[in-house]
């Protein structure tokens, strides 16, 4: 148990809906990473944030969109959820946003989402 | 540029010692990390390697670091039935103000009894 939890565990949307998958960092980390894992293939790196502003991203469109609250928890939010989207959404808190060497990213168990 | 690469199966007997390759391009990274997934979970982290490092043992565990040809491969001894799940080696890219992971495609080990 890395004590990161993602909720929901699954989801089924429509295309065109949006979605909100929520994670909990582990107690004293204030970097929360999200990374999107297509089925067959590594995770990627969509966004990170630092005590509750987003600090990197990766190519990933707008309408991939992330909140951080001052307890260090997050959202992930998809607007305008495409076929493409399904994927498992994996959760990552770490101690810091990886500045200072070695960075221990902790993952949660991950949100199932397809979308139909 | 950010490619990790690595086989995509391994099929070993319970007991054998099981090799897992992975090459990486970017020569800036500072720690490369390998992580063991296994079906419908998270990423559990095994074990990493500072870029100075060449070798790095951790009980069952071995990883090898050979930064002139940007290859990286994690040895495990012994191979146990429970070690079945998928293997992702990653390495760590630093940008502007934050660190992020890129991750191979994993690589599949099935160890058979």
């Known amino acids: 148990e890395t004590g990161v939890t993602q909720s929901p565990t699954h989801l089924i949307k429509t295309r065109g809906q949006q979605v909100t998958l929520r994670c909990s960092s582990q107690?004293?980390?204030?970097?929360v990473s999200w990374y999107q894992q297509a089925l067959g293939q590594g995770p990627q790196f969509i966004f990170q944030y630092y005590r509750e502003e987003e600090n990197g991203r990766g190519n990933f469109p707008p309408r991939f969109s992330g909140l951080q609250f001052p307890n260090y928890s997050s959202e992930l939010n998809v607007n305008a959820l495409e076929l493409d989207d399904s994927a498992l959404y994996l959760c990552?808190?770490?101690?810091?946003?990886?500045?200072?060497?070695?960075?221990?990213?902790?993952f949660g168990q991950g949100t199932r989402l397809t979308v139909v | 540029g950010e490619d990790v690469e690595q086989s995509l199966f391994l099929s070993v007997r319970e007991g054998d010692s099981s090799v897992i390759n992975c090459t990486y391009t970017d020569s800036s990274s500072t720690y490369l990390y390998w992580y063991k997934q296994e079906p419908g979970a998270g990423l559990q982290l095994l074990t990493y390697?500072?870029?100075?490092?060449d070798m790095k043992q951790d009980q069952r565990l071995t990883v090898l670091l050979n930064k002139k040809d940007k290859h990286l491969s994690l040895r495990i001894a012994d191979t146990q039935t429970g070690d079945s799940a998928i293997y992702f080696c990653?390495?760590?890219?630093?940008?502007?103000?934050?660190?992020?992971?890129?991750f191979g495609t994993g690589t599949r080990l099935l160890v058979s009894p």
């Open positions: 107690s004293g980390h204030n970097t």
């Open positions: 990653a390495e760590s890219i630093r940008n502007t103000g934050f660190q992020k992971l890129v």
């Open positions: 390697i500072f870029s100075n490092m």
């Open positions: 990552a808190s770490s101690s810091n946003p990886g500045l200072q060497g070695k960075t221990e990213a902790f």
